[in-house]
């Protein structure tokens, strides 16, 4: 359960809660955007088919991958583009600065990619005296404010307008005070427009790569993605293996879940198909591993490799809403996260599928349909089994299951919590019971059921 | 070398091959040809579009003469709009020189009803920036390039070879602060879409 401040998602999500309004307003603005999700799902009769075939598409990937893989690989070689091959982050990252050192550029843009988050890409490269500007407005933001993203599609939802202004006023020049939205996007806007024509290498996530083709897809509202890409003179797109799907037509599947699901649009501004680099530039694409090949291994987790990162999981998790994607510790936060990062580092991300009321909303809504939280008590039961159950939940867990084991002692407890929630409710509902923290105990009963059984059997009733 | 590795993991770790689903059933769902430019009209118009339904290339420019400052550096994709700087006569240039560019013209063949997206690829795009760094961007298609979702898009599009293409669906927008949708992030401040009809 360690992490960069040591502190496990209950810990972090503790002090997100301190700001009882700002919780409340993180709260309604996911489940707002998880609405405009529904508004775009409902007026599609034909949905639940789409997410059945996405889901049997990524499950036909998932089983032919490395066939897919080297098909993608030929056929983006085929193309003019180059391929790297990383099997963890380390490497990645090196591939990366390789590629600058040898044209002898330290300045780059980079659009959206929670893989190179995931990576540490950007720390790597500040070392070695890279500097790397993040051009989607969102990741800029988090950016200059020294934070990472708290959400894979609206990487600043947790940030107001007026501390947005008073960042951009910091670093950007805006006038002290501006809050206005539209302002503070032209300055940005301005000061990105520099970066795009400026920098002569530019890095961008995958969204989906066609083996049939060999050509990859990068989807933005934005368009700095195209902007880095079309300005620079090399083009290095980072990939995980799972982004793969085998044809071409499949896009007319994944297109229309994707952006439905993520914010309730029915298409992102740009869908932009990478095929061939443009005459006198490069194009690179690095196919990263990391952990996904292990993931693969597991029987009960490998349908986390379907997901295609839209974040209608987080919008839709009660606990993400009201803890706040920082609480995660990890690149990729939500219900998602959960089941991905156990797989990375069992230990350090013990908390996370904890941290889940398995209500399901997450599987509801998910394009892909993945069992997201039939994988988080699946995963609690190998943290637990493996030894690296939180520690006050070992000790609950010991507790219960030796008075469950005793007749005895599971009558006395019984009855001395029933007396305890009548006449001293405070025993409980204290902050040495992190169970109580936001829960309302509910009145004890006068007797057991056991008590009551007894009683009627015996004709006194 | 990782490449093997991670091939080999992968090989070692896939199950069992399970088919592809059939994509027919979608396609004959979502098939229709019911008012698809009224259709797409409402979808695009909602995602910031302005739409106008055209006869010929010179109402396109009544409108964009009173729209555009003479003397704005206005680039066409379109070879009837000759009273602009030709795309194709300027291809040699550097992405970086229309970075002036106040308006873009561009063609497009195939226009999806469902999303308000259309499809450029880079010949008609002739620079793969021009669509992008232009301060605005207008679309001429013609009223029967219309399909009804990215089903029959993309059938349409077969295995065209292409080097690069996009679906364009509107203007540049964010909402990264706080929700609140602005048009005009980083690329085109708005999409003029013209449906020759």
């Known amino acids: ?461 | 070398m990782s490449r093997e590795k991670i091939l080999a993991a992968v090989k070692k770790n896939q199950f069992t091959s399970t088919a592809l689903p059939d994509l027919e059933i979608l396609s004959a769902l979502t098939a229709t040809s019911d008012n698809l430019v009224q259709q797409y009209t409402g979808v695009a118009s909602a995602g910031g579009c302005f739409v106008y339904e055209v006869n010929d290339l010179e109402a396109i420019k009544d409108i964009l003469r009173k729209e555009f400052k003479p003397g704005v550096k206005i680039i066409s994709g379109i070879q009837g709009l000759d009273e602009y700087t030709y795309a194709s006569n300027v291809m040699q240039e550097s992405s970086h020189s229309f970075a002036d560019a106040e308006l873009t013209i561009l063609a497009s063949n195939l226009g999806v009803a469902e999303n308000g997206a259309l499809w450029l690829t880079e010949n008609q795009m002739n620079i793969r920036i021009l669509p992008f760094i232009s301060q605005h961007l207008a679309v001429v298609i013609g009223k029967d390039a219309f399909v009804p979702t990215m089903a029959q898009a993309y059938a349409q599009i077969g295995n065209a070879d292409y080097g690069y293409g996009a679906f364009i669906s509107g203007p540049s927008k964010t909402a990264d602060i706080e929700q609140s949708l602005v048009i005009g992030a980083h690329g085109p401040r708005s999409l003029s879409v013209f449906i020759l009809i």
């Open chain 1, 1 to 461: 359960m360690s992490n960069a401040t040591g502190k496990s998602h209950p810990q972090l999500a503790a002090v997100f809660n301190q700001d009882e309004p700002r919780v409340d307003w993180h709260d309604e603005t996911l489940w707002w955007i998880r609405q405009k999700r529904d508004v775009q799902a409902h007026k599609l009769p034909e949905w639940e088919l789409l997410r059945e075939t996405a889901s049997q598409i990524k499950n036909n990937v998932l089983s032919n991958l490395s066939t897919y893989l080297e098909q993608f690989e030929a056929n983006a070689i085929n193309n003019g583009v180059i391929v790297h091959w990383a099997a963890d982050a380390k490497e990645h990252n090196q591939i990366v600065h390789q590629l600058l050192q040898e044209r002898g550029i330290n300045r780059m843009v980079k659009s959206k990619s929670m893989l190179t988050e995931e990576c540490h890409l950007n720390e790597y490269l500040k070392e070695q005296g890279i500097d790397v500007i993040d051009s989607d407005l969102g990741e800029r933001i988090v950016q200059l404010a020294n934070e990472p993203p708290s959400h894979i599609v609206l990487p600043c939802i947790h940030k107001k307008k007026e501390e947005i202004g008073d960042i951009f006023h910091e670093h950007l020049g805006s006038a002290k005070g501006e809050s206005d939205p539209k302002i503070l996007t032209e300055t940005a806007r301005q000061h990105l427009r520099e970066v795009f024509l400026t920098r002569r290498a530019a890095l961008t996530g995958v969204n989906f790569a066609i083996a049939e083709t060999g050509e990859f897809v990068i989807c933005t509202n934005e368009g700095n993605a195209d902007m880095g890409a079309h300005l620079a003179e090399i083009h290095i797109a980072s990939m995980g293996i799972e982004k793969i799907i085998p044809e071409r037509k499949h896009l007319g599947v994944f297109l229309r879940l994707l952006t439905r699901s993520a914010t309730g649009q029915p298409i992102t501004t740009y869908s932009s198909h990478y095929k061939k680099p443009q005459e006198g530039t490069a194009i690179h694409i690095i196919i990263v591993d990391n952990g996904r090949s292990i993931q693969l291994g597991r029987e009960d987790f490998r349908n986390s490799l379907k997901c295609i990162r839209c974040g209608a999981c987080m919008n839709t998790c009660p606990v993400y809403r009201k803890s706040g994607g920082h609480s995660y510790h990890t690149a990729v936060a939500g219900p998602i996260g959960s089941i991905l990062a156990p797989n990375l580092d069992m230990k350090k991300y013990a908390d996370l599928p904890f941290a889940s009321t398995l209500c399901g909303s997450c599987s509801n809504v998910c394009p892909v349909k993945i069992d997201i939280h039939d994988q988080l008590y699946k995963w609690r039961q190998v943290i637990v089994k493996e030894g690296y159950s939180p520690a006050s939940k070992t000790i609950a867990m010991k507790a219960m299951a030796f008075t469950l084991s005793s007749p005895g002692l599971y009558r006395s407890g019984g009855k001395m919590g029933r007396l305890v929630f009548k006449y001293a409710p405070f025993a409980v509902n204290n902050g040495l019971n992190p169970w109580y923290k936001h829960r309302e105990m509910p009145k004890a009963p006068e007797e057991s059921f056991g008590e009551w059984y007894s009683k009627r059997k015996e004709g006194k009733q």
